[in-house]
């Protein structure tokens, strides 16, 4: 992965490559190929991308295709999810690249070797750390929070992540009173394990309209088989 920072609030040109497996019945004849892919400043998916594409197989084994497009910068984009209507295909690879003034911004390459067919599956970069969080808010009126929250996360080497920003994962952007939320970040960051959590929370408001009021926090670090 090669990566530098694109300037703030920047519009990007990401160009996609996807290469089907060179195996046997690893093609597809279903053009409804669809992808999100997920950064560390937000996620974009595209659907029916294909189409346009001449010719009577164009997803044969061992081929590769590509498209662009424009998008407000999604950051570090560590996973992709792929879906293929209602055919089956097997890709070796899902490559996103990403330049603004005419300079190579962003190379990565997600691994997926494996079939997929109209249920999606979640493919993430080799590099870094996968965590699933889950945050258990308390139930009263104004338990829940529309602010934006991160989290922080140190190792017991002293290794420690950036700040995530998690609202970009849950429902409405809220953390919602009365109930668990669930996601799953990504860190650019290599942790081996997860000793400390430190959640900060911004508010845009001189005075909170809500209390948040968050009953436990929990962390789990994933591998990549995990978080398929």
Known sequence: MNVSAAPIGSTQTYNVTLKIAGTNNSGTISRDFGFTF?????????????KKISGTNPFTKGKTRSYTFNHADLGIIYAVEVTCGGDAVKLDYVRIESQYDGDENMDNQISVGSWVDKDSKMFFADEGSIFKISILNGDGL???????????????NGDTTRNIPINLYTKDN???????DSFIVFSNEKLSSVSNVYVKRNSALT??????????????????????
Not at 38 to 50: A, D, I, P, R, W
Not at 142 to 156: H, Y
Not at 174 to 180: A, E, N, P
Not at 207 to 228: C, F, G, H, M, Y
């Open 142 to 156: 104004f338990d829940g929070t529309s602010d934006k929250v991160s989290v922080r996360m140190t190792a017991p």
């Open 174 to 180: 809220v953390l919602h009173r009365g109930q668990t």
């Open 38 to 50: 997920y950064g560390t400043k937000g996620k974009v998916t595209h659907s029916n991308l294909f």
């Open 207 to 228: 005075e909170n309209t809500d209390d948040w009021r968050p009953i436990a926090l929990t962390v789990q670090k994933l591998d990549s088989s995990q978080s398929t």
